[in-house]
């Protein structure tokens, strides 16, 4: 079992930075792939970033890429979400999950244990 609890979300201008965190309890999250996921109103939660167990894999969603930076910390069971360039189409709650191990990182289903998310509001 692993519980997931997001953080860091807020209002920032267009251009601006946030760094999400997701802190995960449980003995297991080393053993977990990480991923990050967005769902803005009115629309799908659709994938962001995705991270290795080790953090020696990183993918990203062709709209965050070079902007996003995925990262984790197993010895504190955190993964972060640095977001730089920010945009007000980036505007979402963002959700972290925990993927036990699969290839497809981009799908929704994958992911066994999700968090309760924390909103991101971009302002133009």
């Known amino acids: 079992q692993v519980q997931l609890v997001e953080s860091g979300g807020g209002l920032v201008q267009a251009g601006g930075s946030l760094r999400l965190s997701c802190a995960a309890s449980?003995?297991?999250?080393?053993?977990?792939?990480m991923g990050w996921f967005r769902q803005a109103p009115g629309k799908e939660r659709e994938f962001v970033a995705h991270i290795s167990w080790s953090g020696g894999s990183t993918y990203y969603a062709d709209s965050v890429k070079g902007r996003f930076t995925i990262s984790r910390d197993n010895a504190k069971n955190t993964v972060y979400l640095q977001m730089n360039s920010l945009k007000p189409e980036d505007t979402a709650v963002y959700y972290c999950a925990a993927d036990p191990g699969s290839s497809k990182y981009y799908y929704i289903d994958v992911y066994t244990y999700w968090g309760q998310g924390t909103q991101v509001n971009v302002s133009s």
């Open positions: 449980g003995r297991t999250f080393s053993s977990y792939a």
